[in-house]
């Protein structure tokens, strides 16, 4: 039996999208939280925090990009025509986002306030457009043949902006908690105030998701409350609700790291319920992976060029994350 490439062209870009989820949402949500630490003291530690490994992270977004470019050139053309403005806005966000990072460190005193506002804005609105892609894709893309058959606006509904706010939210925690494990003092003891502000918005959001999801498409309630698969899935929500319970304790309590592990397992489960409910369509309620699909010489090549790069991102990310270990002060700078 043969190898059917779909699915390990599948797996290698959900596993892009979910390593980019991660690594760029805590410094995203760093921007994300700049308006509650006004000091510039404090604000140079927090960028500091991430400033020798951001531009690292956004590898992932380009590896989950060109993935489906690759091999499954159909929903890329699909997708990409529903989604433009969203994706552009996206971009012009993480463009801001990365201009102010070089050059507020640079700029005078009394000019610094335009890049923090620059950092600021650039971190939401790329973090929200992120979510409204997230809640288009999720909502269903209308197709006619082989194209896209909507509007450039369509994506401007309560679904779409609604997820939106809710990767927001999300992105904030894992900014929030990963301050928690980089930094001491006042700063530290403000982020685990705001951490379980956050935990609880970030309940309410799930919460909201959960139910809304399955009201949009019938087949997403069937998969998920059919009485043969209940029984396989409800691990999932059980989970999410004892890892909040935990991920609340431990910002009460002097551990540093849990918080942030917490964040991270909940985004994993999340992102697990959404594989579930979408599988195995590249655009969902119209195009299977199969249907989207490259010809298969077409995805083994590709896939010759891909799978060697893969761990070789793993290892310079790991390699980075080490030699820049451990809390961040006044002390450390890195521009």
Same mark, same amino acid.
């Given at each position: 039996?043969?190898?059917?490439?779909?699915?390990?062209?599948?797996?290698?870009?959900?596993?892009?999208?979910?390593?980019?989820?991660?690594?760029?949402?805590?410094?995203?949500?760093?921007?994300?939280?700049?308006?509650?630490?006004?000091?510039?003291?404090?604000?140079?530690?927090?960028?500091?925090?991430? &400033? %020798?490994?951001?531009?690292?992270?956004?590898?992932? /977004? =380009?590896?989950?990009? #060109?993935? $489906?470019? @690759?091999?499954?050139?159909?929903?890329?053309?699909?997708?990409?025509?529903?989604?433009?403005?969203?994706?552009?806005?996206?971009?012009?966000?993480?463009?801001?986002?990365?201009?102010?990072?070089?050059?507020?460190?640079?700029?005078?005193?009394?000019?610094?306030?335009?890049?923090?506002?620059?950092?600021?804005?650039?971190?939401?609105?790329?973090?929200?457009?992120?979510?409204?892609?997230?809640?288009?894709?999720?909502?269903?893309?209308?197709?006619?043949?082989?194209?896209?058959?909507?509007?450039?606006?369509?994506?401007? &509904? %309560?679904?779409?902006?609604?997820?939106?706010?809710? /990767? =927001?939210?999300?992105? #904030?925690? $894992?900014? @929030?908690?990963?301050?928690?494990?980089?930094?001491?003092?006042?700063?530290?003891?403000?982020?685990?105030?705001?951490?379980?502000?956050?935990?609880?918005?970030?309940?309410?959001?799930?919460?909201?998701?959960?139910?809304?999801?399955?009201?949009?498409?019938?087949?997403?309630?069937?998969?998920?409350?059919?009485?043969?698969?209940?029984?396989?899935?409800?691990?999932?929500?059980?989970?999410?609700?004892?890892?909040?319970?935990?991920?609340?304790?431990?910002?009460?309590?002097?551990?540093?790291?849990?918080?942030?592990?917490?964040?991270?397992?909940?985004?994993?489960?999340?992102?697990?319920?959404?594989?579930?409910?979408?599988?195995?369509? @590249?655009?969902?309620?119209?195009?299977?992976?199969?249907?989207?699909?490259?010809?298969?010489?077409?995805?083994?090549?590709?896939?010759?060029?891909?799978?060697?790069?893969?761990?070789?991102?793993?290892?310079?990310?790991?390699?980075?994350?080490?030699?820049?270990?451990?809390?961040?002060?006044?002390?450390?700078?890195?521009?």
């Amino acid at each position: 039996m043969g190898i059917d490439l779909s699915i390990v062209w599948a797996l290698v870009i959900t596993f892009g999208v979910m390593m980019y989820i991660v690594m760029d949402g805590f410094d995203l949500g760093i921007g994300i939280l700049f308006p509650f630490a006004p000091s510039k003291g404090e604000r140079d530690i927090m960028m500091n925090t991430v &400033a %020798p490994v951001w531009d690292g992270n956004e590898t992932w /977004l =380009v590896l989950g990009g #060109a993935g $489906l470019y @690759a091999a499954f050139p159909l929903a890329y053309s699909i997708i990409l025509s529903a989604l433009y403005l969203p994706i552009m806005l996206m971009l012009l966000g993480l463009v801001f986002r990365g201009v102010a990072f070089e050059f507020r460190f640079k700029a005078h005193d009394h000019k610094r306030h335009i890049w923090d506002k620059a950092f600021i804005g650039g971190s939401l609105v790329a973090t929200f457009f992120q979510g409204v892609i997230l809640g288009t894709y999720i909502a269903g893309i209308p197709v006619r043949g082989r194209a896209f058959a909507g509007g450039a606006f369509d994506w401007m &509904a %309560p679904f779409p902006l609604f997820t939106g706010a809710a /990767l =927001v939210v999300t992105y #904030a925690l $894992l900014g @929030a908690t990963w301050l928690i494990m980089k930094t001491e003092g006042t700063l530290q003891h403000k982020m685990r105030g705001i951490g379980r502000v956050l935990v609880a918005l970030l309940l309410l959001c799930i919460g909201v998701v959960s139910v809304w999801t399955p009201l949009l498409k019938e087949a997403i309630a069937t998969r998920w409350f059919s009485f043969q698969n209940l029984w396989w899935f409800l691990p999932v929500p059980v989970l999410v609700l004892a890892i909040t319970a935990g991920l609340f304790i431990s910002t009460r309590k002097d551990n540093d790291t849990s918080p942030f592990l917490f964040t991270l397992a909940i985004i994993f489960l999340g992102y697990s319920g959404l594989a579930i409910s979408l599988w195995p369509d @590249a655009v969902p309620g119209a195009l299977t992976l199969w249907q989207a699909a490259a010809p298969p010489q077409s995805q083994g090549f590709a896939l010759v060029g891909a799978l060697p790069i893969l761990p070789l991102i793993l290892g310079y990310t790991a390699w980075s994350y080490h030699v820049f270990k451990g809390k961040i002060g006044h002390a450390q700078t890195y521009h």
